[in-house]
């Protein structure tokens, strides 16, 4: 295929996503929470909605410009272990390889069946050919390269297996928030969505807070309540029960609104219902202090330049890749 008709499989796959008849979307959103509960329908909303951020053809172009696509001659076979703690998040994954020209080679996580299923048969749907390049399989041997997402101990078994083979292994990664204390009350809304989404989930939640002064959680609590429906969803629920015990039992002094619990700690991956904090100095400590940890963390949200949007921390572009490592480029080389 020439890589102007894979584009454009991807292109036609973000129009059957925004033209999803009513009927449609519900049977897929009912199936996809009925599979993992975790995955409700505001979550799955949320996810196709990223993909179709994704999919919009400026978007594709911009991103796309900077490489040489071409017919591949010699497509290699790429095993691609993907996730499953959030909705989709095998997808960016899945769309570079097909766009590379590779064959992607498929173990899907049991979490995330459903939507990445019907994902891969609508965009089958738009040409035929593609049915070459996508595999689904339990085992994932004798691949000619590695793609593996997961946990720091699942990283090891990744790498015992798949190191001597080109590979992009992925560990535990998460999201950090800077707040200066010029924030606004909408400013700590839309950060209440970088936390809450997808419950905390996936690596660009965000799981701690760096904060000018103590002073400012009171009005970060207040202007959460907003999301207090969380507190409701039996999963979230039963660890924001099992967490708050802990840390009554052991005296550990943290804040509490009735959903979340926020907790100071140097560390930066917090227990879903848990948003850890610590008080920086000035940002040149702070950023002393990032440098240090950039390994561990996916993207910093905060006012700035430099900084993720409150709020969109979900919303990835296309160029923006998992770990800051060129999945793109990484398949192109292989050709």
Known sequence: MKPEERISAFVNLGKAIRDLSFEEKEELLWRAENNNNWFTKESVESALEGILHMLSPEKLDAWLAVYELEEVRNPKSIGLMLAGNIPAVGFHDLMCVILAGHQA????????????KWIIKKLLEFDSRLEKQVLMQEMLKGMDAYIATGSDNSSRYFNYYFG???????????????????ETQEDYINLGRDIFQYFGLGCRNVSKVYLKSKDQLQELLGALEVYSAIGSHHKYHNNYDYNKSIYLVNLEEHLDNGFLLVKESEDLVSPISVLYCEVYENEAQLKGKLRQLESKIQCVVGNGADRIPFGSAQNPEPWEYADNVDTMAFLLGLA
């Open 164 to 182: 001597k083979y080109p590979h992009i292994i992925r560990q535990n990664r998460t999201s950090v928030a800077v707040l200066s204390g010029s």
């Open 105 to 116: 080679v498929i173990k899907l996580s049991s979490s995330d069946e459903v939507l990445m």
